[in-house]
């Protein structure tokens, strides 16, 4: 069974596997979108379960899957799961599991090592109307909403560092790494963010396949004072340097 090419695109992103043109050209098209975004994100759920599934589960797991599929697409609801796991049994069948299973790829180092931020703190120098609406669709996974509100809101408060790190928030769960970035870019050297700011911005480093930048964001979250993350960056800077 050949792979769908789509399905081997976005594996291939998720791994880390492209060069500069191939990552920037799905980047894109991920942006413009919403179908290519939902391939690499199905994709970053069936190899995190490769990582987790010895081959045998694995393949009861598949078996599973499949009659569950068949029972569905009778009646008319099919999923598309299974094409997804069906792609990654391809590859254990290919006389790659060892590789898959040990691996540690950047993008399943910022898989793992990813944080969730559970929502904006009330804002003062904000419309408590503004940043509720915000949350709400934040918490409801509606970025694109979220962005917009944020876009509005600091328009309405220019400099805020809080509206500023949450923008870069809902950009990196957008898949947009790079404009998360520059959003975690501007946090100044006082903000209560900036640590957090760091952390996030390596994770998208990682996504991004920048082994060194996210290295260096990395060793200063390492050494600061934040008892959360310090130790999560300093694990994460020994997991990028083992052979």
Not at 84 to 93: D, K
Not at 121 to 143: C, E, F, H, W
Not at 187 to 209: D, E, Q, V
């Amino acid at each position: 069974m050949d792979m769908d090419p789509r399905l081997e695109r976005a594996i291939r992103y998720v791994e880390g596997e492209m060069d500069t043109a191939e990552r920037e050209a799905i980047e894109a098209a991920m942006r413009a979108d919403p179908h290519v975004r939902e391939d690499v994100e199905s994709a970053r759920r069936t190899i995190a379960g490769l990582r987790y599934l010895g081959e045998e589960r694995l393949r009861s797991e598949l078996r599973e899957e499949e009659q569950r599929s068949a029972r569905k697409e009778k009646g008319g609801a099919g999923n598309g799961l299974f094409r997804w796991a069906a792609a990654a049994m391809l590859l254990i069948a290919s006389g790659s599991a060892w590789w898959y299973f040990t691996r540690d790829t950047p993008e399943r180092l910022a898989d793992e090592f990813a944080i969730t931020e559970p929502g904006l703190p009330v804002l003062m120098s904000v419309d408590a109307r503004a940043t509720d609406a915000i949350m709400n669709a934040y918490k409801q996974g509606d970025d694109a909403t979220a962005k917009e509100l944020l876009i509005t809101t600091m328009e309405m408060s220019p400099g805020n560092d809080t509206l500023t790190y949450f923008l870069g928030i809902v950009d990196a769960h957008m898949g947009r790494c790079d404009l998360a970035q520059e959003s975690f870019a501007e946090l100044g050297a006082t903000s209560t963010f900036l640590t957090r700011g760091r952390y996030h911005a390596a994770i998208c480093a990682l996504r991004n396949g920048d082994a060194g930048r996210a290295e260096s964001l990395l060793s200063a979250v390492a050494s600061s004072s934040d008892a959360q993350l310090a130790p999560k960056a300093r694990d994460l800077l020994a997991r990028l340097k083992r052979p």
